[in-house]
């Protein structure tokens, strides 16, 4: 199993005259999502992959300025901007889509614990919404439908079952990093502000990331050619990937990929991985720690599914006092997590996916079989969990993230200037209308048409 450091465009020269270095930087770095060698996994896994990605277009860019934003600018009210507007429930206007009103019934009807009533408003569902074709709305409907089936009869539909499952979640991460510019924003500042971090501080060549969603781990390739490129002796990194237990075949192909990788970058580097029951029993302590490492911990909303509340995990990860905490939002939790309706938290995340569905049918042609699998594979999941979480909280009252994070005594750092840069190129690159990039309390946000997709920010105790 090969890794392949760049890909041939990266050795091509640059006619940029302005900002070379940067351009260059940032044309091998937006490989960083498919730079392990997805073909090569496929081969082994005697699946074939026949299809080519979209490849992001390059030009030239200019070093942006982004405004401080208020929430309300990147939430818009009903009717705003996408016509959607879901905030207001009652003022929704469906435009024939009645189907939206039965799954609010439905949420209802969970949340008031009338549970055959919702089990037979969602039988009527299923006759009406029978496939996920149609415009973004529609498609959100049913996959939303689906996750409240799921919820109401307790099966679980995320389950890689076997290998082709496995193979078309990756062949899903290849195809949606390479038409839109959600995946590598992610990653990409998420990279940023570790690398920010590990500036500021003791220059203690030792990295140590505990990261709670390392997917398949391609963002590390970045990361450690970026450690290589600062580090006299190479550098040193250490991994604890924090996982569910049904992935046991993923962190095969996780630890195998990146390990390689990081020989051929000539860095040293270790991972372990703890499973998610055994960090819920143990919480930091099923994590080793080096005196004279830099650590760092990398979350995303997933992580208050499991660990037992926002709460208690934030109380643990004070005993820790990492060097840097870098919280990637790509679930649209920030608004009303901890709100304790059910159904004001199921509208948000409703709102939320339909937008990234209108953003991905803008990013690949109409009837592109490329949707279809970021969808299947990477989005129905994320919408199952999303659905299942605000299940799970509609009777907690719990503060935001943002509140628990500032009663636990923590404090936002400023994202660098140079975050802002490869966001900006990135978006350049994706040539994708409607994205922009904006700062919002700390945060380097993505946009689609002023509705936050993605935000990422970086914390200190």
């Known amino acids: ?24 930087h940032l044309s091998m770095d937006e490989h960083a999502m498919r730079s392990m ?14 299809s080519a990605p979209y490849q992001l277009q390059p030009s030239s860019f200019n070093l942006p300025v982004f405004p401080d934003i208020d929430s309300s600018d990147v939430y818009p009210g009903p009717n705003q901007i996408t ?15 009645d189907y939206i009103e039965d799954l609010i019934r439905v949420v209802d009807c969970i949340e008031s614990d009338e549970l055959h009533l919702a089990h037979v408003v969602l039988s009527q569902l299923n006759q009406r919404l029978q496939t996920s074709a149609g415009r973004p709305l529609q498609r959100a409907a049913f996959y939303f439908k689906e996750a409240l089936g799921s919820l109401l009869t ?11 499952d496995i193979v078309q979640k990756i062949r899903a991460i290849k195809e949606f990093s390479g038409i839109s510019p959600i995946p590598l924003f992610s990653h990409f500042t998420a990279n940023q502000a570790i690398l920010d971090s590990l500036s500021t501080q003791s220059s203690s060549p030792f990295v140590h990331v505990v990261d709670f969603e390392i997917g398949f781990g391609g ?45 051929e970058m000539k860095i040293r580097f270790q991972i372990e991985f703890v499973m998610m029951k055994t960090f819920e029993m143990l919480s930091f302590k099923a994590v080793r720690f080096v005196d004279g490492e830099r650590t760092v911990v990398l979350i995303s909303p997933a992580i208050f599914r499991r660990a037992n509340g926002i709460a208690e995990f934030v109380n643990n990860l004070g005993r820790v006092s990492p060097n840097v905490v870098v919280f990637v939002d790509s679930e649209g939790c920030t608004e009303t997590a901890g709100s304790g309706s059910f159904r004001r938290e ?27 699998i970021v969808e299947t594979f990477l989005l129905r999941p994320k919408i199952s969990a999303a659905v299942e979480t605000v299940s799970d909280r509609r009777s907690a009252g719990e503060m935001t993230w943002r509140e628990m994070f500032c009663a636990a005594g923590m404090r936002p750092v400023q994202l660098s200037q140079f975050a802002d840069f490869q966001a900006e190129c990135l978006l350049e690159k994706a040539q994708v209308r409607g994205f922009h990039v904006a700062k919002r309390q700390g945060e380097l946000v993505l946009c689609w048409h002023g509705r936050a997709l993605v935000a990422t920010s970086a914390w200190r105790f």
């Open 37 to 50: 060698d997805w073909d090569s996994i496929m081969k082994e896994l005697e699946v074939d992959d026949d």
């Open 83 to 97: 016509g959607y507007g879901f905030n207001s429930l009652d003022s929704v206007d469906n435009g024939g889509f």
């Open 1 to 24: 199993m090969k890794l392949q450091a760049s890909s041939p465009q990266d050795n091509q020269p640059s006619n940029t005259t302005n900002n070379s270095t940067d351009s260059n």
């Open 219 to 263: 963002q590390y390739a970045s990361l450690m050619r970026e450690i290589a490129e600062k580090s006299a002796n190479g550098g040193f990194l250490r991994v604890t990937a924090v996982v569910a237990e049904d992935r046991a075949v993923e962190t095969r192909l996780v630890k195998e990929n990146l390990t390689q990788f990081a020989a």
């Open 346 to 372: 199921f509208v948000s995340a409703f709102e939320f996916y339909t937008m990234v569905l209108e953003s991905l049918d803008a990013a690949a042609p109409p009837g592109d079989l490329v949707k279809k």
């Open 154 to 164: 307790g099966t679980n539909r995320n389950q890689l079952f076997s290998w082709s």
